[in-house]
Every structure is written in structure tokens, then in C-alpha cells.
């Protein structure tokens, strides 16, 4: 059984900082990649980070430099350390493999507002 489970968001002025975390079932996190991916309203689901089970990442352009995948992988975890947020990253954020399989958590929500 897969399992996904989004925590972390919340609302932050411009200019701050969240960390989100996933806590996977080994049978999706084992031997994947595992990628953070957002969709704000009325807009696509967009792959924003990624990380291999080595370690190497991946980053959109639009978050390169102030977002930072991690994952753990004896605890099944994957994290999202998100700095300098702004209010473009406002969105529902959610952990996948990458490439995603047809299967979403619920996802957390971060909105930057002042």
C-alpha cells in the first residue's frame, strides 16, 4: 500500500522561510527518486525539486538557490527546506516519486502573503 503524508506548510510573510516533510511507505521510497511538487489554482502540477536515492537534486529554475531537497533514507523521509519564499510559491505542495506514479497525499498548503 502506498502512503504520502504531507506536513510542514502554512502561511509566511515574503521573505520566510518553511520546511516541509514527507513520510513515504518504503514500497514508493525505497528505490526512487523522490521529487516535491506544487499546483497553485488554476495552474499545472509542476515537479519543483527532486533527489536521487544517492543524493544528486534537482531544482526549477524558479526556486534554484533558495529551496533545498533532502531525504532520509533509513526513515522513509523527504524534506523541503524553503527560504526567501515568495508569493508566486504559493501553492499546494506535494511529495511524489519522480517520475510521479498516479497516487497523490493529501499535500500542505504554504501561502506567502504579507
Known amino acids: 500500500q502506498v502512503q504520502l503524508v504531507e506536513s510542514g506548510g502554512g502561511l509566511v510573510q515574503p521573505g520566510g522561510s518553511l520546511r516541509l516533510s514527507c513520510a513515504a511507505s518504503?514500497?514508493?521510497?525505497?528505490?526512487?527518486?523522490m521529487g516535491w511538487y506544487r499546483q497553485a489554482p488554476g495552474k499545472q502540477r509542476e515537479l519543483v525539486a527532486s533527489?536521487?536515492?544517492?543524493?544528486?537534486?534537482n531544482y526549477a529554475d524558479s526556486v534554484k538557490g533558495r529551496f533545498t531537497i533532502s531525504r532520509n533514507n533509513g526513515k522513509n523521509t523527504v524534506s523541503l527546506q524553503m527560504n526567501s519564499l515568495k508569493p508566486e510559491d504559493t501553492a499546494g505542495y506535494y511529495c511524489?516519486?519522480?517520475?510521479?506514479?498516479?497516487?497523490w497525499g493529501q499535500g500542505t498548503q504554504v501561502t506567502v502573503s504579507s
Open positions: 511524489n516519486s519522480d517520475p510521479y506514479i498516479n497516487y
Open positions: 518504503q514500497n514508493i521510497f525505497r528505490f526512487n527518486a
Open positions: 533527489i536521487t536515492t544517492g543524493g544528486s537534486t
